[in-house]
């Protein structure tokens, strides 16, 4: 008889694998092969790797979620770790954004004074004033999201739920519940925005807070909600395709109209 070096539960000489916790019984001292395979099985395993969530997420929207939340919970890659995950990159890529904004304007208006040096006039100057202003916001802007970036992707997930399910206040899941599917749901808007909304202004310098590019990526979300929220809930028929696209536009309004009050009160006393 023996003991596992995990849990401490008592095994016995045949067991291969302890009965409490899984662990193995027969370990050898670790090593870099060992780390190495469980960094890559954990990314990569077939049934419930992060790539094949993402696959799910692209092609299934809301099926994953259905899935976890009805039982499902050994098949798929766990909801607060993939959140975790791409709050990690989404910080990372908003650092990286957060330097390009500030640093872009700057160079327009350094150009644009070059070019305007030697008729200067006093509608010029005026318009070179409310640029500087301009670019001091969006410098707050960057500081903001270089500061507290991880602090605004960790209440998205709670609040957004809590909304939702008021929304559907008598469906058929609670707010955890809700909580879930958002995980997923932000976790994976967060990351295309991280990793195809942001480079794409990076290549083609276009500020960050340019509107088009917004309004672009809000539509993106309504869209991406929608289809999630619908199959989520499992209403199957026009109602439920109008509510799924009314409670996922009245989420993105809501966290739009959040956002910008923070930025507001930030830029006004920060």
């Not at 997420?57 to 939340?69: D, F, I, R, S, T």
């Not at 409670?247 to 920060?270: D, K, N």
Request: hydrophobic share 45%; with cysteine.
């Amino acid at each position: 008889m023996s003991n596992c070096l995990n849990c401490n539960a008592a095994l016995s000489t045949t067991q291969k694998f302890c009965s409490e916790c899984g662990q193995k019984t027969a370990l050898k001292r670790v090593n870099l092969h060992d780390v190495l395979h469980d960094a890559i099985h954990y990314f990569t395993h077939a049934d419930k790797g992060i790539f094949t969530l993402l696959k799910s997420l692209v092609l299934q929207p809301g099926l994953v979620a259905k899935e976890y939340v009805e039982g499902k919970r050994k098949k798929h890659f766990p909801p607060l770790n993939f959140f975790l995950i791409v709050a990690a990159v989404y910080i990372v890529i908003g650092g990286i954004a957060s330097k390009y904004s500030s640093s872009a304007p700057q160079r327009n208006t350094q150009v644009n004074s070059y070019k305007s040096a030697q008729k200067t006039t006093i509608s010029d100057i005026s318009q070179q004033a409310e640029g500087i202003k301009r670019m001091e916001k969006m410098a707050k802007i960057g500081r903001f999201f270089s500061k507290y970036s991880n602090y605004v992707a960790m209440l998205a997930a709670p609040l957004i739920s809590f909304l939702i399910w008021l929304l559907y206040l008598k469906g058929r899941y609670n707010f955890t519940e809700h909580l879930v599917a958002n995980l997923y749901l932000i976790g994976f808007t967060n990351l295309f925005r991280s990793l195809i909304f942001v480079p794409i202004a990076i290549f083609f310098s276009i500020p960050l807070e340019n509107r088009a590019l917004q309004l672009c990526f809000m539509l993106f979300e309504v869209l991406y909600r929608t289809l999630f929220y619908y199959r989520f809930m499992g209403e199957y028929n026009w109602a439920g395709k109008a509510k799924a696209f009314l409670v996922a536009t009245s989420t993105v309004l809501f966290w739009g109209a959040l956002i910008a009050a923070i930025f507001y009160f930030y830029i006004l006393w920060g």
